[in-house]
Nanobody, 122 residues
Framework: QVQLVESGGGFVQPGGSLRLSCTASGSIGSVRAMGWHRQVPGNERELVADITSNGSPHYTDSVEDRFTISRDNNKNTIYLQMNSLKPEDTAVYFC????????????????WGQGTQVTVSS
């Protein structure tokens, strides 16, 4: 069983920055791809960014050039540096452990962490 713990969320004004962290523990096995997702109440969870086991990142268009995903394999931890935040970035952010099929990232964790709330508002 994999446990995922997210942290680093908070309240920030538009244009501000936050850095999220996610640590994975438990039955991870070999180093795996990981990702960040976000969810607004009433909407489906959306993949924001993912990163391969060797550190190659991918982003959804809406966060390209504003968010940076990175990882520390020694700590089983990934990060999401979020700059130039917008009100539409407001959501609960979750991380995942995943894999790729035909170049597309899919989360494979059997359960999700509690997430971390990000609120962007003036």
């Amino acid at each position: 069983q994999v446990q995922l713990v997210e942290s680093g969320g908070g309240f920030v004004q538009p244009g501000g920055s936050l850095r999220l962290s996610c640590t994975a523990s438990g039955s991870i096995g070999s180093v795996r791809a990981m990702g960040w997702h976000r969810q607004v109440p009433g909407n489906e969870r959306e993949l924001v960014a993912d990163i391969t086991s060797n550190g190659s990142p991918h982003y959804t268009d809406s966060v390209e050039d504003r968010f940076t995903i990175s990882r520390d394999n020694n700590k089983n931890t990934i990060y999401l540096q979020m700059n130039s935040l917008k009100p539409e970035d407001t959501a609960v952010y979750f991380c995942s452990v995943g894999t790729y099929y035909s170049g597309v990232y899919y989360p494979i964790n059997p359960s999700w962490g509690q997430g971390t709330q990000v609120t962007v508002s003036s």
